[in-house]
């Protein structure tokens, strides 16, 4: 009979962050002491990284800190949410983070290369790899400097109450106080807009819609005469679906986020958006 309890298995799996299985098998194979199955666990991990290379890590959380006039906002990720949510992984993660803020990185390529604590911030993932038991990757980050009497906004979105952030948006504005900024990331959490304006949209990908919205109208059966106005509607309704500035306001939807901003005397001056998950970046 087994020499540990379901407390004990419930206490291990707290402390490592490792899966139901993986825990009993380890008490199992240390008849109980928790000591012993925690090293083992963790030389386990060890040997397991590269195994995990190729796994998905499609949980995890979204962070920002806003500080002297510019905002950082990064998604990490796991493999599970049992792990997102874990004391570990938020703390790796508020690491990281404060880390990224403090030189100043943007970009997730720059901050697994930059140096934490005598290595590199990569190094210190594939050892919480180890410790933890599942993959654990930094997928994006991005920093905004306010503009000149202006201020960087963060807002963060829960998704699920028992989870950490899942969405993050950092927003920068000038010409008016926080609150409007702090709209128009909340704004953006719940609409996903792609990019802050039209000319960001590659022309490429412009003239395709135009070909599929008139391509569409031709099928439908719409009169020769009509198209233009037609494929203008459409690729104009394709605008309000990506482009920040063009989608109507969540909280005023008869005007556009830029109407609104024109009339608080604001300028929305750049965005970021992340999901765990998506590889959406504004």
């Known amino acids: 009979m087994a020499n540990y309890t379901a407390a004990d298995i419930k206490a291990l799996r707290e402390q490592t962050g490792a899966g139901m299985l993986d825990v009993k098998k380890a008490l199992d194979e240390s008849n109980g002491d928790i000591e012993a199955a925690k090293e083992a666990l963790r030389i386990k991990g060890l040997k397991g990284v590269t195994k995990r290379e190729g796994r998905s890590a499609s949980n995890g959380l ?59 911030v990569q190094e210190l993932l594939d050892s919480s790899n180890a410790e933890i038991g599942e993959k654990i990757e930094v997928r994006n980050l991005a920093r905004l400097t306010a503009p000149e009497g202006g201020q960087v906004v963060a807002y963060l979105h829960k998704t699920s109450p028992d989870l950490p952030a899942q969405i ?12 409007f900024g702090r709209d128009v990331a909340m704004h953006a959490a719940a609409f996903s807009p792609s990019v802050l304006t039209r000319d960001e949209i590659d022309a490429e990908v412009v003239e395709n819609e135009r070909r599929v919205a008139e391509a569409t109208a031709k099928e439908e059966g719409k009169p020769e ?53 998506s590889d959406l970046q504004g």
């Open 62 to 120: 979204v962070a920002a800190q806003t500080a002297d006039g510019a905002g950082t906002l990064l998604e990490i990720n796991c493999e599970t949410d049992f792990v997102a949510k874990g004391d570990k992984f938020i703390a790796l993660a508020d690491k990281v983070l404060a880390h990224a803020a403090e030189q100043g990185l943007d970009s997730a390529d720059a901050l697994r290369a930059s140096t934490l604590d005598g290595q590199t």
């Open 168 to 179: 993050g948006v950092l927003v920068a504005t000038t010409g008016t106080d926080e609150q």
């Open 225 to 277: 005469q009509a198209l233009p106005k037609i494929i203008e509607g459409r690729v104009n309704a394709y605008f309000k679906d990506n482009v920040l500035l063009d989608q109507p306001f969540a909280k005023d939807p008869k005007k556009s986020v830029a109407k609104v901003a024109e009339e608080a005397g604001a300028e929305v001056t750049g965005f970021a958006r992340f999901k765990v998950g």
